[in-house]
């Protein structure tokens, strides 16, 4: 066997399968399974004993170590654990009906035979470590293959005890092999490393001495290994089988055995949590290990089989509710968002196993495993360390895991904890990757490579045949191993123990902690992009957060919104209060020194110095609008400073900005003003000190915060809320589709609440169908609260749309179009054409591909798009849209985390071409502060809303925002 070495039950499991959101059953018995479920787990059963079958060597009886992909070349090696794994496999397989009962006592008799013509080790009773299986010999004379191997003898022992409660017939064959086994010859009390007033069983013995630097120990003329199993991996089946069979004292044996590393025991991954208790004498350092908001007890490599094996024979959670009752579901868990949240494989389950490069190796989750130098889940080596209070620092998160290489048996032996999750993983490994052939599934698969290690191992299937009839016959193997004395011995032992194990702090799901993840990573950016000198963000920074790759420039929008950033950060923990209040008011303070006209701020600044950075100065309605939603927040967020804010604000006059005469009875806002008229020949009106820009902002974009704002403030008239188009009336053929609607009345006002029609939705569209448009103002206005019937029932709608073009319209795979960095360069507006009113329209892809539906009396339709060309999707869109679809949303970014080069020290990159690969590695303070504000407000239950709607907002915006009406609809 092949690894690395070591220096009340229904409510608590209840409740832990609750916390962790696995699927498992309360008492973690296997349920009735569905049929479909069944029938899919017996045709695994199947071919996986069709692999142990090609296994058996015909002249001996004697299983092989591993046999290849077409299963007709074996190993000529074995040993201990393939004949235990086989005697447990055989009985399997006459329990779940791919067998006889004759036929499986005939090959049961047959290995029995074979195993008692074998030499041993006289004064142990132990079988040697290789053993060639073709002719029952050992494999060669040289140390190695007569090494005695304590855990591999104790599955043979494991076998031997399923076997005979199986077969009761056999029982004069099984005793003589069974009973000879003294585990008292790897036994020692007191041994070093054990817990105070315990023992550990040795590693083993060499009746050959090593001869080189392997490192040995002679007691009483015997050579041992130096190491102890003291971690609780799948080496404690040799304390458990000791136990069971009353060879070594209970209490010393299984409380002997670390939990974790002492305190203070700086050789270790992480500093350990726990208190220190007592049992049988026996002084236990209750120690976890902390991930992902969770504590669980780890085991030396962090893998599913040193977790999980044992517990194919032990109903360690039923005998153990306070202790592996709570930890296993946990366990699986961690392995769970390892694969699948935090590395973005799109697969888990880590286990030693083949390497599909060559070789055998230890997989496991590095965060969660004992040894300092870790175990690893992908072929690249990816370390995580936490660091260690007084030994040694933490060091960075890693940016990116490499290519991750998951075990099907891993999957197997989380079946008991997370059927669904388990049955689903398998699924995707056997649809997405060659990894199932004539004996089952092989033995592991790099993912990112698609690699496969294309061998059966009688170890690791015969785990996999042990998980599947536990499930599909009802735990045959934990009743025929526990019956009798092992259930006296062992029961009482678990039954008294309570690990420092615990679900997930503050009630953290998994979702939350993704999304924490991100939004540390988001507010990393944020943080990179401040000048020192002045408090202000730079409006983009490189992919590699340098300080010389940030932008000389920086807007009021970008001010604004990293002052809701650092309200994020604080109230996600992520800074102090005093780092907060000291970030914003410097922000403040700064602002207060800014050259501004009338209280309103010029677009361009150099964050550096503060000094205005355009040769036009111009002064943003919909710009200033976002930095007076940031003064808004800061002036809730921040008490101390809200004089501060609000001077800042109650200067900012929007009524700057407001032309009665652009719609009657409404008005509009103009796009903005310049101080100065422009030489250059651009299109501006002059007007009371000021030109203004010629355009107005008449559709339903992410501009409406000025208004919002306006109304708010008593700046501007509530009836400027229905100025926007909705969609242009059915008789303007200057828009992308004639809509459908009619006009109701507010405020004394005829209001045209026209809809698009989109794949059988119908939705109020904005310009150019562009996410940040529909979306941004969500971040601190609750529309769809209080508009429960127009903005209620058209953002998810308008989020399926988007979701519904990018995964089946044009098939990218991907899913979220708004205005972006361009990968190819520069910056460009990305949309779902369809449902932008522009004619000009916002496209999906690099290609430009246009829809036209036509417009019934001015134009033609024009035919669909045959194919569409390189999507380009930005992050940020995703994260505007979880509120209205969360899982898609994070399922989302996990793809484009997963399959493209997309997320950096920073977090998600600004934008991706998912066809062409094609991203660009920078982040824009806009874009990087609403993604940072969507995620703050799921994890806060929605801080920054409030901020923003304390007083004037829900006084003057809300009452108004009800009226309306619309006609969206899925």
């Known amino acids: 066997m092949r690894r690395f070495l070591t220096a009340t039950v229904l409510t608590v499991l209840t409740a832990v399968l609750l916390a962790t959101g696995l699927s498992g059953t309360a008492a973690a018995v296997p349920a009735r399974l569905p049929d479909a479920d069944r029938a899919v787990l017996t045709q695994y059963a199947a071919d996986t004993w069709k692999s142990l079958e090609a296994l058996v060597a015909p002249e001996t009886g004697l299983p092989a170590s591993y046999v290849n992909a077409d299963l007709t070349v074996r190993s000529h090696q074995t040993g201990p654990t393939p004949f235990g794994g086989y005697l447990w496999s055989a009985t399997t397989a006459w329990r779940v009906g791919l067998i006889g009962r004759r036929a499986a006592r005939e090959r049961v008799e047959r290995t029995l035979d074979a195993l008692g013509r074998l030499d041993y080790h006289r004064p142990t009773g132990m079988f040697y470590r290789w053993y060639d299986p073709y002719t029952g010999g050992l494999k060669d004379a040289t140390p190695a293959s007569t090494f005695l191997s304590s855990v591999d003898n104790a599955w043979t022992a494991v076998g031997l005890m399923v076997v005979r409660n199986a077969f009761p017939e056999l029982r004069g064959k099984i005793s003589p092999l069974l009973d000879r086994m003294d585990f008292r010859a790897f036994w020692q009390d007191g041994a070093k490393g054990a817990n105070e007033g315990g023992g550990l069983m040795r590693g083993g013995i060499w009746p050959v001495p090593p001869g080189d630097a392997t490192c040995t120990e002679k007691v009483n003329g015997v050579d041992y290994t130096c190491h102890f199993y003291g971690a609780l991996g799948e080496t404690r089946m040799v304390t458990y089988v000791a136990v069971a069979l009353g060879q070594v004292p209970g209490a010393k044996a ?511 569209p904005n310009a150019g169908g562009s996410m940040f448009e529909a979306l941004m103002t969500t971040l601190v206005v609750p529309e769809e609260e209080w508009g429960a019937k127009s903005w209620g029932r058209n953002h998810p709608v308008f989020v399926k749309a988007q979701i519904e073009h990018g995964l089946t319209e044009a098939g990218y795979g991907y899913w979220g179009f708004s205005p972006a960095n361009n990968p190819a360069g520069g910056y460009r507006a990305y949309g779902v054409d369809e449902i932008g009113f522009s004619t000009g329209g916002y496209f999906s892809d690099q290609q430009n591909t246009a829809v036209d539906v036509g417009f019934e009396g001015c134009r033609p339709a024009q035919p669909r798009p045959a194919t569409w060309g390189d999507g380009v999707v930005t992050p940020h869109a995703a994260a505007l849209a979880y509120r209205y679809a969360p899982r898609e949303a994070l399922d989302n970014l996990a793809k484009l985390r997963r399959n493209l080069d997309s997320y950096g020290p920073g977090g998600f990159y600004d934008a991706i071409a998912v066809k062409s690969g094609q991203v660009s590695k920078r982040y824009l303070s806009l874009d990087q502060g609403m993604f940072l504000a969507a995620a703050g407000n799921a994890l806060t239950g929605d801080k920054l809303r409030a901020y923003f709607t304390a007083g004037e907002a829900e006084t003057k915006l809300k009452p108004v925002m009800g009226l309306e009406e619309w006609e969206s609809h899925p």
């Open 254 to 764: 299984y409380y002997g055995q670390n939990r974790t590393l002492a305190p203070d025991d700086c050789g270790q991954e992480q500093k350990p949590v726990g208190r220190y208790r007592t049992y049988g004498g026996v002084k236990v350092w209750e120690g976890a290990y902390t991930y992902r908001g969770m504590r669980l007890v780890p085991n030396w490599n962090g893998s599913m089989f040193e977790a999980m094996m044992p517990n194919l024979f032990v109903p360690e959670e039923r005998w153990g509710p306070r202790s592996w009752g709570v930890n296993h579901p946990l366990w699986v868990r961690a392995q769970i968002e390892h694969g699948l949240d935090e590395a973005g494989y799109g697969y888990w389950g880590f286990s030693p196993s083949n390497n599909p490069a060559g070789g055998y190796r230890a997989y496991g989750v590095d965060a969660i495993g004992m040894g300092a130098d870790g175990a690893y889940s992908d072929q690249d080596r990816t370390p995580v360390d936490t660091g260690f209070e007084g030994c040694r620092p933490a060091q960075p998160e890693p940016v990116r895991f490499g290519d991750g290489t998951v075990t099907p048996h891993a999957s197997f032996l989380a079946l008991r904890y997370a059927p669904r999750e388990a049955l689903d993983n398998l699924a995707r490994l056997k649809r997405d990757f060659d990894v199932y052939g004539p004996g089952g599934f092989y033995d592991s698969v790099s993912v990112k490579s698609g690699q496969v290690a294309k061998e059966y191992l009688t170890l690791d299937q015969s785990m996999v045949m042990a998980a599947l009839g536990n499930a599909l016959a009802g735990d045959h193997l934990r009743d025929y191993w526990s019956l009798g004395r092992p259930a006296a011995r062992i029961r009482p032992l678990l039954a008294a123990e309570e690990f420092s194990a615990a679900p997930r702090e503050q009630g953290w799901s998994a979702d939350e902690v993704t999304l924490r993840r991100y939004a540390a990573d988001t507010w990393r950016s944020l943080d990179a992009m401040v000048e020192p000198a002045t408090g202000l963000p730079a409006d983009n920074i490189g992919g590699d957060l340098a300080p010389a790759t940030r932008n000389k420039s920086t807007s009021p929008t970008n001010i604004g919104l990293y002052l809701w950033s650092v309200a994020v950060a604080r109230d996600t923990g992520m800074i102090s209060e005093a780092d907060a209040v000291a970030r914003a008011g410097k922000v403040l303070a700064t602002l207060a020194t800014l050259a501004h006209h009338q209280g309103m701020y010029y677009n361009w600044y150099n964050p550096a110095d503060g000094q205005v950075a355009q040769k036009y100065p111009f002064l943003s309605s919909v710009d200033n609008g976002w930095l007076a939603a940031g003064l808004m927040v800061a002036r809730n967020a921040f008490p101390g400073l809200r004089d501060q804010a609000q001077a800042l604000l109650s200067r900012m006059d929007f009524r700057l900005y407001y032309d009665p005469a652009a719609k009657p009875g409404t008005g509009l806002l103009r796009g903005g003003a310049y101080p100065a008229k422009p030489d250059d020949g651009r299109c501006v009106v002059e007007g009371q000190g000021v030109w203004y820009t010629c355009n107005h902002y008449a559709g339903l974009g992410e501009t409406r915060i000025a208004a919002y704002v306006g109304i708010s403030l008593g700046q501007l008239p509530a009836e400027l809320y229905f100025g926007p188009w909705r969609s242009l009336p059915d008789t303007t053929c200057g828009q992308e589709q004639k809509p459908v609607g009619s006009y109701r009345t507010h405020l004394g006002l005829q209001v045209w609440t026209g809809t698009y029609g989109y794949r059988g939705m119908r939705l109020v």
